[in-house]
């Protein structure tokens, strides 16, 4: 099973990026979809769900209004489409299936792909 993120790269400041995440070995269908980031020095970082049908979407304070998650559910693909960036959002994006714990939106599985590295130049 693999998930596997590409789009990354560097841009400037304002610019944008669309990420896609796709599965392979299995089907995610039946799991909420988010993309989650790490930036160097700090935590693993939610950043954007979508539901099982892709008609629900929920997103962290820090991007709400900038990025926009979406999923192809016959393409067992999830895209995170990223304008107005900032240097503040650069990170290693991961995608993974999900689910929503008290403490917030978490892994539902062990399932991590590669991740995609995106860099905002100021």
């Known amino acids: 099973v693999q998930l596997q993120a590409s789009g990354g790269g560097l841009v400037q400041t304002g610019g944008s990026l669309r990420l896609s995440c796709t599965a392979s070995?299995?089907?995610?269908?039946?799991?909420?979809m988010a993309w989650f980031r790490r930036s160097p020095g700090k935590e693993r970082e939610f950043v954007a769900v979508?539901?099982?049908?892709?008609?629900?979407?929920y997103y962290s304070d820090s991007v709400k209004g900038r990025f926009t998650i979406a999923r192809d559910s016959a393409k067992n693909t999830v895209y995170l489409q990223m304008n107005s960036l900032k240097p503040e959002d650069t990170a290693i994006y991961y995608c993974?299936?999900?689910?929503?714990?008290?403490?917030?939106?978490?892994?539902?599985?062990?399932?991590w792909g590669k991740g995609t590295l995106v860099t905002v130049s100021s």
């Open positions: 979508v539901s099982r049908s892709g008609d629900g979407t």
């Open positions: 993974a299936p999900a689910s929503l714990a008290p403490s917030g939106w978490g892994p539902a599985t062990d399932y």
């Open positions: 070995g299995r089907t995610f269908s039946s799991y909420f």
